[in-house]
């Protein structure tokens, strides 16, 4: 085995600080609120997404309360998760720095939207993919609350483009690398 990259020698740091060691995290879009015409609605960029089931299909997302669009993803009965390309990386960066409270995200980012097949939320059409999440679950879990969707619908491009999902880590957007070996 050739372990080059382990040097012997390890320094304590802080734990918080140490997530940022955290392998890249993939970067979605967030749409909650009322998809039709004329509704309060909002996006936001999300790191904190996870898969937590296979079947029934849940995923995760973690917002801090400190967002705007918390109150949307508490009361709401359902949101969306779309997978933008690195090709929208300007729109996702605008999205996780603008606040709903000031601007319409979807207006100025010009993102395509309508609303779910099976859900109230919008789902951004713009997306690789678009995953229409029925709440199941909330969690506190410090300074952020996830919650759990249940993918009740599901739309994607065919064969997506894997080299264009979009990835970020510690303050650097990025695309997955190259494969190294198969399972
Ligand atoms: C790359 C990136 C990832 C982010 N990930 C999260 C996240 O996982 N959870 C969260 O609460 N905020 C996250 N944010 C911050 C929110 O997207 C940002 O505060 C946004 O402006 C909130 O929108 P709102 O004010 O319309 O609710 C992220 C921001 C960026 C740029």
Known sequence: MHLEHVMGHKNEVNPILACRAFPAYPVILAAVGDGKEGGVRNVMTVVLVHMLSFNPPVLGIGISPTRYSFNLFDTCDDFSINVPSKDLVEEVLYC?????????????????????????????????????????????????????????????????PKEKALMYWAGEFRVIGDIIRRR
């Open 96 to 160: 996780g720095q603008k606040s709903g409270k000031d601007v319409d995200k979807f207006e100025e980012c010009g993102l395509a939207f309508a609303k779910g097949k099976k859900i109230s939320s919008p789902i951004i059409t713009d997306c690789m993919v678009n995953l229409e999440c029925k709440k199941v679950n909330k969690i506190e879990a410090g300074d952020h609350t996830w919650f759990l969707g249940e993918v009740v619908h599901a739309e994607m491009e065919e064969n997506i």
